[in-house]
């Protein structure tokens, strides 16, 4: 019923770009706090962006800062997460969170919707 999935990832050289998609279906996506994490292996979960449901504000963590872009596609209910300029440490299994409906910002909420994850590999 309730379901994300992400699609988009793929094997990329360093310096390349790659676009992820996570598609909601049975909700909203607008009114849900939302937000993409990853996990490289050996290493635990890590946020990477996230983007709030009332005024759409962001969050990157340092180190995808000036290089990753997240949004959302109100009409078609789908998150994205735009990764420019991409290093071997991007290497890493990329899931996409949900959490609500709430008004909250994305850095305050606990994800319970989760995606089954998409492979990103960057390599020489």
């Known amino acids: 019923q309730v379901q994300l999935v992400e699609s988009g990832g793929g094997l990329v050289q360093p310096g390349e770009s790659l676009r992820l998609s996570c598609a909601a279906s049975?909700?909203?996506?607008?009114?849900?706090?939302i937000g993409w994490f990853r996990q490289a292996p050996g290493k635990e979960r890590e946020a990477v962006s996230c983007?709030?449901?009332?005024?759409?504000?962001?969050y990157y963590t340092d180190s995808a800062k000036g290089r990753f872009t997240i949004s959302r596609d109100n009409a078609k209910n789908t998150l994205y997460l735009q990764m420019n300029s991409l290093k071997l440490e991007d290497t890493a299994v990329y899931y996409c969170?949900?959490?609500?409906?709430?008004?909250?910002?994305?850095?305050?909420?606990?994800?319970?919707?989760w995606g089954q994850g998409t492979q990103v590999t960057v390599t020489s």
């Open positions: 969170a949900a959490w609500g409906p709430t008004l909250l910002g994305c850095r305050h909420v606990e994800y319970d919707i």
């Open positions: 049975g909700f909203v996506l607008a009114y849900y706090a």
């Open positions: 983007i709030s449901p009332s005024d759409d504000s962001t």
